[in-house]
Each structure stands twice: as structure tokens, then as C-alpha cells.
């Protein structure tokens, strides 16, 4: 079940891009999966909603996926919300 370690992934690096920002939130991240990816969506949203819950800026992100053409997990857009320090 890959779908768990690229969720893992991903909010890792949603959790790192919120540091540098002094962000306090992630609020929404938009991903898309492409067709071919071989990611099965439901598993790969399920890991997500379940492992955002333990990092502190990615407690109740939203997440929000489209499906594609080809093969990739691309990420989008990500919506933030910053702290008064940064």
C-alpha cells in the first residue's frame, strides 16, 4: 500500500513548506493523480486524512483531488495561513 508512504510524503513536505513560511496552518492542498499512476485515490485520501492529524499544520487540511492524464502526483496549490512573524 504505497498510497500511505506518498500521503506520509506529502505531508511532510506540506509540514516543512509551512515552517519556512511561518505558517500556522496548511488550510487546503490540491493535488492531481494521474490515471496511470497506479495510486488507488480512495487509499491515497485515506492516509492523508488519517496522518494529517498528527502534525500540528496539517490538522484539518483540506484535500482536494483531481484526476489526470499520465502517470504523475503533482501538487498543485497549497493555501496557508501565516503567523504575524513571517
Do not use: Y
Amino acid at each position: 500500500m504505497h498510497e500511505l508512504s506518498l500521503a506520509q510524503g506529502l505531508l511532510e513536505q506540506l509540514d516543512e513548506l509551512a515552517r519556512r513560511h511561518h505558517a500556522d496552518q496548511i488550510l487546503r492542498v490540491e493535488v492531481a493523480i494521474g490515471r496511470e499512476a497506479g495510486i488507488v485515490t480512495d487509499s491515497f485520501v485515506f492516509g492523508f486524512n488519517a496522518i494529517k492529524k498528527t502534525l500540528p499544520s496539517t490538522r484539518t487540511t483540506i484535500l482536494a483531488v483531481t484526476a489526470t492524464g499520465g502517470r504523475d502526483l503533482v501538487l498543485g496549490r497549497v493555501e496557508m495561513e501565516c503567523d504575524d512573524h513571517g
